[in-house]
């Protein structure tokens, strides 16, 4: 009985390492954060996985000291956790074939109501305030809670919303630090939470982490090579990238793109009268306005110099004409330190639009066309607009 009883342990031993294996092959495979967080819940949340019904994640904004939900993986009701189930094991789905099927799920995990509760999530650090997540991290162990453990907090947002009966949280770490908690719970098929899901989940959880850190450390280095690093925007290089990337979107879509180019009048006079240390100033001054001015989905670059350009996707020209002239007014209403030596007595820019596919069909050519467009307002008088 013992000798089965050992060769049963070894066999579990054995599934739950080639898991644990597979799994953390797969975190490997990409560093966008999105993508990790993607493989990391669906291995928590598979049938081939860990098993759980749902799990959702969390990580630690040290800028704002807040604990910040950032995705959420399970079915929305019982009936359509069964529908998935069924589906899954009757055409013997596996966990690459999960993984791998990020692009199809992440447009699903978009009108995912538990997704969007958890990305809505902003908590405390604070165990008083961020209720048992906090509690989790600052206890650095596993917590699991039952409909009958003395434990279970009384006033907390998260579990009132949730109501699960029994739920496991679980600290992400990378190294000495704590970057997160993962939540993991079973409201549908109410499969009791056993000691090998706590270990299980415990040690995938610490692979997790590093994961985690790891797809940060690339954000953060590739933000670095792409940032300019006077103003803070985009620069030129990941600009033309950018382009491109979304002109190849829109022609297969068929969806408008419009693209403004900006540049500061006679800022030669500026720079040249008071130093490129001023010049400076101003050009950060511009790229502010310009960023606070424009919409939340446009992105910024500084194309070079003095010229800035808009990428503005799904916009159509007349949009993004209504959009340039709000970044004129913005550059033109400002009040730049000695402004009075320009020959206007203010600091303003020329704008130049172009669109995708009115004016253009092709990254060279959308570009041509705004260029023009803006020698054209440059020529014509200066602070306007062209396209």
């Not at 993508?35 to 040290?62: C, K, P, Q, S, W």
């Not at 995912?112 to 008083?128: D, M, T």
């Not at 979107?249 to 693209?259: E, F, G, M, Y």
């Amino acid at each position: 009985m013992d000798m089965e009883n050992t060769k049963d342990e070894l066999q579990k031993a054995r599934t739950e390492l080639s898991l644990l294996y597979e799994i953390s092959n797969a975190m490997h495979t990409t560093l966008k954060l999105d993508e990790i967080l993607y493989i990391i819940l669906t291995a928590v949340t598979a049938h081939v996985g860990l098993g759980f019904n749902r799990a959702m994640l969390f990580l630690v904004n040290d800028n704002e000291g807040i604990l910040e939900g950032k995705m959420g993986i399970g079915p929305d009701s019982g009936e359509e956790a069964n529908r998935i189930w069924t589906h899954l094991e009757r055409e013997k789905v596996g966990l690459d074939d999960l993984i791998n099927n990020y692009k199809t799920t992440s447009n699903q995990l978009a009108n995912s109501q538990l997704n969007s509760f958890v990305k809505g999530i902003r908590l405390s650090l604070r165990e008083e305030k961020g209720g048992v997540l906090a509690m989790t991290l600052l206890d650095g162990m596993p917590l699991h809670f039952t409909s009958e453990t003395a434990q279970t907090p009384k006033q907390d947002a998260l579990i009132g919303i949730l109501k699960p009966e029994e739920f496991l949280t679980v600290p992400l770490k990378a190294k000495d630090k704590i970057i997160g908690v993962l939540f993991a719970d079973n409201p549908y098929t109410h499969r009791p939470i056993t000691s090998d899901d706590i270990r299980v989940l415990t040690m995938f959880a610490n692979q997790a982490g590093l994961a985690i850190e790891n797809s940060r450390l690339y954000e953060q280095t590739l933000i670095r090579s792409r940032a300019d690093s006077l103003t803070g925007l985009w620069n030129h290089g990941y600009f033309q990238y950018r382009l491109q990337e979304e002109i190849s979107l829109s022609q297969k879509t068929s969806q408008p793109l419009s693209v403004i180019m900006a540049d500061i009048d006679n800022f030669k006079i500026y720079n040249d009268t008071f130093g490129h240390q001023r010049g400076d100033q101003a050009l950060v001054q511009v790229a502010q306005l310009l960023k606070s001015s424009a919409r939340k989905q446009d992105s910024l670059y500084r194309y070079g110099g003095e010229e800035f350009a808009v990428l503005l996707v799904e916009t159509d020209k007349k949009e993004a004409y209504r959009i340039a002239e709000e970044l004129r007014q913005a550059v033109e209403r400002y009040d730049f330190p000695q402004k009075e030596i320009l020959p206007d007595k203010k600091l303003t820019i020329s704008l130049g639009v172009a669109a995708f596919p009115d004016n253009a069909n092709s990254k060279d050519t959308i570009l041509n066309y705004a260029d023009k467009s803006l020698y054209e307002a440059k020529h014509q008088g200066k602070n306007r607009i062209r396209g």
